[in-house]
């Protein structure tokens, strides 16, 4: 999960960079190239609770047949923090706006830089309070990453019933047993009676 979304959070923000700029993800300070950056060091990793699936859910092929159930999705809150590391003040502040840009809460990121790993489930970037204010004597941003961790569909799942043969009685009596077959197990349904009852309802005169 947290791969997938530092790629987004790069293919993001890489329009909205000054030239010659890119999206790093170490702690800040760390030599990493000379050119200007935007640094995201992921600082807290929090579970987000409230917005967790409970139930699994089935996966079916085209024909409609049950193949598989995906465990509960569980979502998690990624605090990153941000720095511009640029020798012209220009070029940092441009860095910095392209982050208040792009941590708009209203805006899920496009389904194209998610890839098949979250499987279309949205994600969304926040403002946040920094956890380290004034690092390393630079503007740090808090940004929190509200993103899915999609776990591995379980395809070990019990076939379908071949079939249910159903018998229906005389009121008052119980119908007969079907006639066993070889393809009775243990466990399967032999038989299943729908059984009337007729009820007299006798009313007198006051």
């Known amino acids: 999960m947290i791969a997938d979304v530092n790629r987004a959070v790069r293919g993001l923000l890489a329009p909205l960079l000054p030239p010659g700029c890119e999206v790093v993800f170490r702690a800040s300070g760390e030599p990493d190239g000379d050119g200007p950056a935007l640094v995201w060091f992921l600082a807290g990793i929090r579970e987000d609770e409230k917005s967790a699936e409970t139930d699994w859910a089935d996966v079916r092929d085209e024909g409609g047949r049950v193949v598989g159930r995906r465990p509960p999705i569980r979502r998690f809150d990624l605090n990153y923090q941000v720095t511009a590391e640029a020798t012209d003040p220009a070029v940092a502040a441009a860095l910095l706006d392209s982050v208040l840009v792009a941590a708009d809460p209203g805006k899920r990121v496009p ?15 926040r403002l946040g309070e920094p956890a380290y204010p004034g690092l390393a004597h630079r503007t740090t941003l808090g940004v929190v990453v509200n993103a899915p961790l999609v776990l591995p569909v379980v395809t070990d799942v019990a076939a379908p019933a071949e079939e249910i043969r159903l018998g229906v009685a005389a009121p008052g ?27 007299a309802v006798r009313g007198e005169d006051e």
């Open 111 to 125: 389904a194209a830089l998610l890839g098949e790993s979250l499987a279309g489930r949205p994600v969304t970037l």
């Open 173 to 199: 009596r119980s119908a007969p047993a079907p006639p066993a077959t070889g393809r009775d197990k243990p466990g399967r349904w032999r038989r299943a009676a729908i059984e009337e009852e007729a009820h």
